[in-house]
């Protein structure tokens, strides 16, 4: 079975100031690791994936994540955050569904506050 | 472009009602497309999902059920509410035959409160 573990629940954060988002996955077959962002009362919305192939990746608005198999982790970063980029960010595995489609398995999330 | 519609967008029913969500797809033809809720405090868990009309399947035993009607809906109902099944509902799709690699397009979501 595959899961996603998001160990901090809220992150707070200066504007300006960089910001990692930690993501630890378990996974016994080939792994493909998701970031959504999801704003208030919205639904969510793709920042960057993983499927193979260079470990950093790089998403949408400045975020970018690391793929690490030896700690199976796959942190979210961004260098300087904007107001703009609270919200909360979901880390997702993905496992193929019987039948076809896809079952993103999600971690709890992580509400980022950005404060002036 | 392919846009994902849900309604209504907030609902607030009493318990042992009835409920009827609504999820439409356009601008894409024989998508997948799938059921998830988000309970507060915990994240998204995948309820059913569908790969053709008439078809679908359950990932967790529950209260609701789901109905693909014609190709680009999906409806999410139950007979009796449950104060349990409180949350926010999110419809999303994704391209038929596709695999684990695929992004799966999410609608606004509908927030349901039973009292």
């Known amino acids: 079975a595959q899961s996603v573990t998001q160990l901090d629940s809220q992150v707070p954060v200066f504007e300006e100031a960089p910001v990692e988002l930690r993501c630890n996955y378990s996974?016994?077959?080939?792994?493909?690791l998701f970031w959504y962002v999801q704003y208030p009362n919205q639904g969510l919305q793709l920042l960057l994936k993983y499927l193979s192939g260079s470990t950093l990746v790089k998403g949408i608005n400045g975020f970018e994540a690391e793929f690490n198999k030896s700690q199976t982790s796959f942190h979210l970063r961004k260098p300087s955050v904007h107001i703009s980029d609270t919200a909360e960010y979901f880390c997702a595995v993905s496992g193929r569904l019987t039948g076809g489609g896809n079952k993103l398995t999600f971690g709890t999330g992580t509400q980022l506050k950005v404060e002036l | 472009s392919q846009t994902i519609h849900q309604w209504p967008a907030t609902l607030v029913q009493p318990v042992g009602s009835p409920l009827s969500l609504e999820c439409t797809v356009e601008g894409t033809s024989n998508p997948n497309l799938y059921w998830y809720r988000q309970a507060a405090g915990r994240g998204l868990q995948l309820l059913f999902y569908s790969v053709g009309i008439g078809q679908i399947s359950s990932e967790v035993p529950q209260n609701l059920s789901a109905s693909r009607p014609q190709d680009r809906q999906f409806i999410l109902s139950s007979k009796k509410l449950l104060l349990s099944d409180s949350g926010f509902y999110l419809c999303?799709?994704?391209?038929?035959?596709?695999?684990?690699?695929?992004?799966?397009?999410f609608g606004p979501g509908t927030r349901l409160t039973v009292t």
């Open positions: 999303a799709w994704s391209v038929l035959a596709g695999g684990p690699t695929d992004e799966q397009y």
């Open positions: 996974s016994s077959v080939s792994v493909y």
